[in-house]
């Protein structure tokens, strides 16, 4: 059987950000400015991918905390900021994350990630939630410096395990992601998980209807 | 005195789209949704130009709608959509914008505006809050089949007035649109209404730095 790779997102689609509320709750007052932080992040990243800038995803993650304490009157203190990127790295993966990367490695899966965060942050991320040992290459968009749903860091997969991108199966909860990644020629699977929608609409459905997989998982 | 050419985004720059929030409660039993609905729009938008695919802007907006039905366990129905498009273009405008556009007017400055919506969407929209008068020229992305803040249409926007970008100021309260505008080499202004911030981050701040201005409005 020819080796087949599957590509995992990391941030929501393996553990969930919503463990970092609490402390949201604690610095900004709300717990939903968490969520409001994560899209800032993610617009960012967009936005410098498109008019081709680029900093790091902590760099971006840092200047979305200042907007989103900015909008409430406020200016986060140094020592929230690292309380919060302490936490970060340490939140528990989904409870199905585990057994669902046994499985996959026990069919002979060759299993990796492709990130938009710093490849040190993940790291820490995988290391704390256990899950290291099912990966066998980190991929960050930072070796191509420009943030997924952009082509380019689905190309450099591709490259770096030797693959064209139609033998690679991303796996996220970001509808951009999946887009991103049949865009490049890639097929995907879309994690119908809490709050994440896939889009119906024409954007992402031209490629879905070629190469999409649809699963629920238990949350 | 050479030309000047002002370039105004719309949608929550001149008009706010939390008009829409009793509508929003209405149909999705949230005022939120409606601030989700947007920025759904603007992921969906900003991921078809990064990915190279084009659907015009109300195509979004309708697949948006129907994510954020799908987040709460609902499918719109045909007369929710309809009645939600054509509320969105009866949106009075802020109450500051008419006596500011009358204002650049009378200082002789030339006013058009830039749009990810169609040519006619914002044509009703003008003509509904009485600013059509203060527009020699309407400029839809449809014309490049490129969202902003990608930098196709700050470029097509100073080809269509015949100048270079730097002799394009463009006014929007969006954080993105401010930073293509400067990465297309326009100068632009960004107007801190509401919830609106811009970052502080470099990937904006390098820009800024260099030819931004902050206007803070009244509300």
Redesign the interface.
């Known amino acids: 059987m020819p080796e087949r790779v599957i590509v995992f997102d990391v941030n929501e689609t393996l553990w969930d950000l919503a463990g970092l509320d609490p402390l949201s709750t604690h610095v900004f007052g709300a717990a939903r400015a968490r969520a409001e932080w994560f ?1 800032q992040v ?3 990243a ?8 680029f ?1 790091d995803f902590t ?2 993650g ?3 905390l ?2 989103v304490a ?2 409430r009157g406020m200016s986060l203190k140094e020592e929230h900021i690292a309380r919060i990127a302490a936490h970060i790295v340490h939140l528990p993966a989904h409870p199905d994350a585990h057994a669902a990367l046994e499985r996959l490695q026990r069919a002979d899966f060759r299993l990796t990630v492709l990130i938009n965060s710093t490849a040190a942050v993940v790291e820490t991320q995988l290391d704390h939630a256990g899950l290291t040992p099912f990966f066998d290459v980190i991929l960050s968009v930072d070796a191509v410096k420009r943030f997924k ?3 380019e860091p689905y190309r450099f997969a591709a490259s770096r395990v030797g693959m064209p991108t139609s033998r690679l199966r991303m796996v996220a909860v970001h ?2 992601h999946i ?2 990644a049949m ?2 020629g890639c097929k995907a699977a879309f994690v119908a998980r809490g ?1 994440h ?7 992402t459905g ?1 490629h879905r209807t070629h190469a999409g997989s649809r699963c629920r998982s238990n949350r």
């Open positions: 899209e993610l617009n960012l967009l936005t410098s991918a498109l008019v081709g800038t900093d760099s971006l840092n200047a979305a200042a907007m900015a909008k749903p952009a082509l509808n951009w887009t991103g865009a490049a709050r929608i896939q889009s119906a609409g024409s954007t031209r």
